[in-house]
């Protein structure tokens, strides 16, 4: 089994699904394929500012309903002609018999069929927003509920368009596979339950297709309410598949070809990284590079699966292999990421100083608002903990951490929390750094 994950840039356009389908059917000559797909490009940001929208009771969410379901019909009108159908019929009106196979094969029914499926999606993303725009307010549960169509959407007209082609392939429902706690917005998957749930799918002779297709980012709880993964949660999908399947390698499909040694839009002269160690391209995703979503690599890792980034494209470039290890090359300076928009909160005072307890407090603070740390940094007399976090969340975690400890701020033990903004994070990766001397000189230099 192969599984392969294709991004919205992949999916936007005619000329790109049309890509898609060739690296695909190329790809099913050796193996059957899962395919995972995101949402069409921009089309998970319009979700939630429709779900904003209508929670604020602006009736402009209407308007926005409209502009995505025309996006999505034009698609499947453009890749599901009505025009294919009427020229074939007219090569073989001569030969009657003939004329019921056309009419079932080709994209005429093919293309009603999935207007429908995508005009009834719409019509569910409209009862939602109603109900949104009534009560007046937006839960994280039904934001997982609203954004999950993007995905929906786009599977199922992937799923046609193979289908129009004749290829023996399904469409998967993740949610029914991909099971998590009911952490709406950014779940934690249930590892053996979801792992039995894909086995004994794709175990059962019933389910034997050359080709899954099936929507990333959205899962589900134990009581069946959608969840999601987290943004980029769509390459989280095609390694959970690829780790519970003993996958031969998982191939995640964007518009650059491979990791860069540094930012292209920032560096002119950045690389591609032909070959990358799990670790490194973790770290590398985690401050700051954007081609694969940080929590993928963890399930391939374990099972060693290589993971391959291509360009579709450009899908001859050869793209950059992440597997167990790192190349040993005179490049010991793997690439250079950074992050922008950071926040640096940094807890000081004398009465911290050989007193246990104070990072467990502060760090406890953080997690029950849900705040995520990103980099974390002490002092050698304890005098002071330093911890960086995303722009957005730094007001809500002046609010914890300062009333966390307010009886120390108050008796003057601790100051209160020290806010600093508009920061960026830094990070030079590579593994084979620990054995070269002066890195750390030469950067700060």
Request: aromatic content about 6%; glycine content about 6%.
């Amino acid at each position: 089994m192969q599984v392969l994950k294709f991004g919205g840039s992949s999916i936007g356009s005619e000329s790109a699904i049309a890509n898609v389908v060739e690296i695909v059917t190329e790809s099913l000559q050796n193996k059957p394929c899962i395919v995972v797909v995101s949402a069409m490009h921009g089309v998970t940001d319009q979700l939630l500012m429709l779900a904003q929208t209508a929670a604020q009771g602006n009736e402009a969410y209407k308007t926005i309903i409209e502009n995505i379901e025309q996006k999505h019909l034009d698609i499947v009108r453009t890749l599901l002609p009505i025009q294919q159908q009427s020229a074939t019929l007219s090569i073989v009106k001569q030969l009657q018999k003939h004329l019921d196979i056309v009419r079932t094969l080709l994209p005429i029914q093919q293309q009603s069929a999935t207007l429908s499926i995508v005009k009834q999606l719409i019509n569910e993303i409209e009862a939602n927003c109603e109900g949104l725009f009534m009560l007046k307010e937006l839960s994280p549960r039904m934001k997982d509920k609203i954004v999950c169509y993007g995905e929906l959407l786009s599977s199922k007209i992937i799923s046609a368009t193979f289908a129009s082609k004749g290829i023996n392939q399904q469409w998967v429902d993740a949610r029914e596979l991909i099971k998590t706690d009911s952490n709406f917005l950014n779940a934690v998957v249930d590892k053996e339950l979801t792992n039995k749930t894909i086995q004994d799918y794709f175990k059962n002779p019933a389910n034997a297709f050359d080709l899954y297709i099936a929507p990333g980012f959205i899962s589900s709880d134990k009581e069946g309410n959608t969840t999601t993964l987290g943004r980029g949660g769509s390459d989280y999908t095609g390694a959970i598949f690829a780790a519970a399947l003993d996958a031969e390698r998982l191939e995640i499909w964007t518009d650059v070809s491979g990791m860069m040694t540094a930012d292209p839009r920032i560096v002119h002269n950045a690389k591609e990284i032909p070959q990358i160690s799990y670790q490194e391209a973790m770290e590398l995703s985690h401050f700051g590079a954007k081609v694969i979503y940080p929590p993928t690599i963890q399930p391939v890792m374990h099972k060693n699966i290589p993971v391959l980034i291509k360009n579709t494209f450009d899908p001859k470039h050869p793209g950059t292999i992440i597997q167990n290890e790192s190349p040993k090359d005179d490049n010991f300076i793997r690439g250079i990421s950074s992050i922008q928009d950071i926040c640096l909160l940094s807890l000081e005072g004398s009465g911290m100083v050989g007193i246990p307890g104070f990072s467990k407090r502060l760090f406890e603070a953080l997690a029950n608002k849900q705040i995520n740390i990103i980099l974390i940094t002490q002092s050698s007399s304890e005098h002071s903990i330093c911890v960086g976090v995303n722009m957005q969340d730094a007001h809500q975690a002046k609010i914890a951490v300062d009333g966390e400890f307010e009886k120390e701020i108050q008796t003057q033990k601790v100051e209160p929390l020290i806010i600093e903004k508009e920061v960026s994070i830094l990070a030079l990766v590579g593994e084979q750094m620990k054995s070269h001397p002066g890195v750390s000189g030469k950067m700060f230099g």
